[in-house]
């Protein structure tokens, strides 16, 4: 199996530690984060460095986690990621990441499903790309994820293969 470079798109201020357990499996190879005085620098320069700064970070990528915690549905950068991701032909899956824990280690809201807010070739993302729910408890997320991850993200890569 080839070694995919991913691209996580996520909300960081609620979810960068639980993205960060992600990241931390060593099951991909993932992008690098923004730190917080970098992202305020991008975003500084309005929408324009900012939708330069994520196509920089996507390039050489095959495929788009989108990690979905209580507040990814909906957000602007978000739904442009998924939008750019599906433009490039990358493949594209979210994972509910709620289970996971954050830096106080407390779990979340499940969050819906950011694919219904974007419109892919005329019709809901939704009905295109697949989201998994990887389990209620902490224990049981976390190894589901790291067990399944590569898997999630070859049947991604394949079924973006199969529409124009």
Known sequence: ????????SFHYQQDAWRVGQVRNMGVVDGNKP???NDWETVKGGGDRAIKRWIDDQMFGRSCTVV???AGTANRKWINYEIEA???RGMGVFGVHINSLK???SETSARGADPFSFVSLNG???SNLIDSYDPGWSFSAA???IKQNLNGW?????????RYP
């Not at 199996?1 to 996580?8: E, G, L, Q, T």
């Not at 993200?153 to 293969?161: F, L, S, T, Y």
Request: hydrophobic content about 45%; cysteine-free; proline content about 3%.
């Open 142 to 144: 976390y190894h589901t």
């Open 1 to 8: 199996m080839p070694i995919r470079k991913i691209f996580y």
């Open 85 to 87: 991701s599906w433009a």
């Open 153 to 161: 993200i070859e049947a991604a890569i394949a079924k973006r293969g």
């Open 67 to 69: 990690l979905i915690g």
């Open 102 to 104: 954050n830096a106080q």
């Open 123 to 125: 019709q809901r993302a």
């Open 34 to 36: 923004a730190h917080d």
